[in-house]
Structures are given as structure tokens and as C-alpha cells.
């Protein structure tokens, strides 16, 4: 499987990079080498090195500073996968897609599942929703897994910020009324390189794509708030004195409103790829064990 990774550097590329070795060689590009804003760019390199399998793992990701670049944030994740997935079909190959819990508004009282209707609160989720749809138009075969709340010891996360915080301060205020569940970058992965290998075990990993094209959600199980996640990361490290104040997230001041309700439900990948990733509390306790013990990241 001759697989283009984009978005290399980022939370989910670092996590899939080495994973995605064991299934065949990989040509794993960060920015740097290219850059999703120019689409010729992007025609050139699938050209350049005919993958079998696309998985577009960069985004624009600046929830907030998209209100005031929203015409790089249409670019990058609303056209640019539209341009990978056409250019991975003239290959007669496939893509592999991330988008967000942040396509819905956060209003329904349950899980969202795959065919609730997407209404964004704003330009970031307004771009990952148009991104989808091209996916889609483009006809290829292709997977979008929404995740949510991701986080690793690689990158800029909530994770991260309160290790820190956790360190210097006596007290943290954090919002307790939006529920979703973290999801670590590495159970994101390593689902994602479990659903690549029936692709590869079936004989026929563009067939396979085909036959399951489409939306499905993929989150760590089970959910929480910023809250309670915060202090389920100080449980794990002694270090992380500080005291958590929960406040409600109309004390946050921030340019965009987030959802209240991030919920994913996970049950068609379940059913579809029998699937499962770890509960968010299994899967924070992997990903700190990455950490050697009482130290800061
Ligand atoms: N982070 C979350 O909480 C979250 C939640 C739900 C869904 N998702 C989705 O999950 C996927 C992976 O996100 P992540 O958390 O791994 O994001 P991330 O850590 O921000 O990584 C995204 C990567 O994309 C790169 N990128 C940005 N603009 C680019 C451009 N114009 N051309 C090429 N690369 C560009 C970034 O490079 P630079 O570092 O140089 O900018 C970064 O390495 C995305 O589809 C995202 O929308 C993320």
C-alpha cells in the first residue's frame, strides 16, 4: 500500500506516521513541502508520487483565529480535500479524511450520530463541513472520521496547557457546562491503521474504501467536560497541584461560541469496521505514560 500523508507534523500525522510504516512505504509531508492553500501544488505532488492511498491528516485548526483568516481556513479545509480526493481518484486510489464535532451546533440532547444535520457556529467548523461535502462530490472512495477534542504529547493541546498551568498556578477556572470526549491522537491513529489493514486483508484496499465510503465517527468512548477532564489529568500527575474551579463556558471569553453538546456516537464504526477506541479515561492514561514520571512536557 503506497500511502501520501499530509499534515506530517501535526497531532494526528505524528501519531499515524510511524504506524503507517508497516503497511507500505510513505511519503509523509508536512507544510513545508505542501502547502494544501495552493491546489496545483497538491495536483503536482499526487502526480509526482501516485499513492494508493491519500490520508489527509493537515488542517487548519485555529478554531479562533479562523473568524479573521476564514478565506485560508475555506482553502485549506474546505477546498484542498476536495482536490486530494479528486486527484487520489484519477489514481484510481482513495483518501482517508479527519473532520470535527465542531460541524454540528451543539444543541441535541444526545450523541450526534453520521446523518444529523451539520450546523456550524463557525468558520472553522463552516470550512471542515464544506470539506466534507467535496470529499464526497468528488465520487472517490473515501472515509471522513469526525473526531473530537484531540490532544498527544506532541503539539499545542488542552492536554499540554494544563500540564503547564497545572505547575505554575494555584488555580485553574475551567468550563463546566460543554461535554464531549478527548480523544488522543494515538488511539485516533492506531484506529485508522486497524481499518487500513481489512482494507489491505480484503485484497483490494480501493474496492474496500468504496464499498464503506462515507462518514463515520471516531472518538475515544464515553464523555466528560473541560472540567472534569482537567482534574482526570491532575489525578494522574502529582505535580499538577493547582486547584480546578469549574466555571460556565459564558465566562470564557472566546470570538467563537463552542458546542455545547461535542458528543460523537461511535456505533457506526463499530458496526461497520467492528472498531472500538479505548474509553478517554484508558486512553489518557496511555498517552501519559508516554511521560517519564513527575516531569513537565
Ligand atoms: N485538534 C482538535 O482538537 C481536533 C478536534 C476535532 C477534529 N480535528 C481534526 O483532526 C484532524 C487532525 O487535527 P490535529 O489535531 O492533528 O491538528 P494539528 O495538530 O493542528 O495538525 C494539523 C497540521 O496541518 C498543518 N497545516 C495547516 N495548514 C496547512 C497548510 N496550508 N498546508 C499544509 N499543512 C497545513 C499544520 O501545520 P502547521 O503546524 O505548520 O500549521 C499541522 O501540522 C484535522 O482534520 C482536524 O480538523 C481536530
Known sequence: MKILLTGAQGQVGSALRPLLESLGPVTALGRDALDLSD??????????????????????TAVDRAETEPDLARAVNGIAPGVLAEAAGHLDGALIHYSTDYVFDGSAPRPYREDDAPHPLGVYGQ???LGEQAVLASGTPALIFRTSWVYGLHGANFLKTMLRLGCERDL???VH?????????????????????????????????????????????????????????????????????????SEYPS???????????????????QCALPS???????CLAGLPPAAKP
Not at 39 to 60: F, G, K, L, M
Not at 280 to 286: G, R, S, T, V, Y
Open 39 to 60: 491546489s496545483e501544488a497538491i495536483r503536482a505532488t499526487v502526480r509526482a508520487h501516485r499513492p494508493q492511498v491519500i490520508i489527509n491528516a493537515a488542517a487548519y
Open 255 to 273: 470570538p467563537v461560541r463552542r458546542p455545547a453538546n461535542s458528543r460523537l456516537d461511535n456505533h457506526k464504526l463499530a458496526e461497520q469496521f
Open 127 to 129: 470550512s471542515k463541513w
Open 172 to 174: 485553574l477556572r475551567v
Open 177 to 249: 457546562d460543554q461535554w464531549g470526549a478527548p480523544t488522543w491522537a494515538g488511539s485516533i491513529a492506531q484506529a485508522t491503521v486497524a481499518i487500513l489493514r481489512q482494507a489491505e486483508a480484503s485484497g483490494d484496499v480501493t474496492g474496500f474504501i468504496r464499498q464503506h465510503r462515507g462518514v463515520y465517527h471516531m472518538t475515544n468512548g464515553g464523555a466528560t467536560t473541560w472540567c472534569d477532564f482537567a482534574r482526570a489529568i491532575f489525578a494522574h500527575r502529582p505535580e499538577c497541584t493547582a486547584r480546578v474551579e469549574p466555571i460556565p463556558a
Open 280 to 286: 478517554w479515561q484508558e486512553a489518557l492514561a496511555q
